[in-house]
Nanobody
Framework: VQLQASGGGLVQPGSSLRLSCAAS????????IGWFRQAPGKEREGVSC????????GYADDVKGRFTMSRDNDNNMFELQMHNLKPEDTGVYYC??????????????????????????RGQGTLVTVSS
């Protein structure tokens, strides 16, 4: 079971990037998915999530309107499209997933994106640097 993140890079403020996460060894349909990031000297921050059935999504306040997360269950992958990047978006971005164990389990909530940082599967991280 593996998640593989890609797509990071060095960009100027105002630019766009698209991060991808390829899942292998699992059926993504059964998983809540998300992205979290960690900047130097800062705590881990949940960025976005999509619930296993697509019924719930969540975005951190400082990325709303700029970032869009999507999932492609057919290809076992998900993405994070980032627009209008700012220097404060700099950090290592990790994709993560957690299998939905019971129907009532809440693992994706716009009010608790910290859950994403505790998902039990995570990729290796991809570095995003926004600088002029």
């Amino acid at each position: 079971v593996q998640l593989q993140a890609s797509g990071g890079g060095l960009v100027q403020p105002g630019s766009s990037l698209r991060l991808s996460c390829a899942a292998s060894g699992l059926i993504l349909n059964d998983y809540n998915i998300g992205w979290f990031r960690q900047a130097p000297g800062k705590e881990r921050e949940g960025v976005s999530c999509i619930s296993w059935n697509g019924g719930a999504t969540g975005y951190a306040d400082d990325v709303k309107g700029r970032f869009t997360m999507s999932r492609d269950n057919d290809n076992n992958m998900f993405e994070l499209q980032m627009h209008n990047l700012k220097p404060e978006d700099t950090g290592v971005y990790y994709c993560a997933a957690h299998r939905q164990a019971t129907p009532n389990q809440i693992l994706c909530s716009p009010w608790n994106l910290g859950l994403v940082g505790r998902y039990n599967l995570r990729g290796q991280g991809t570095l995003v640097t926004v600088s002029s």
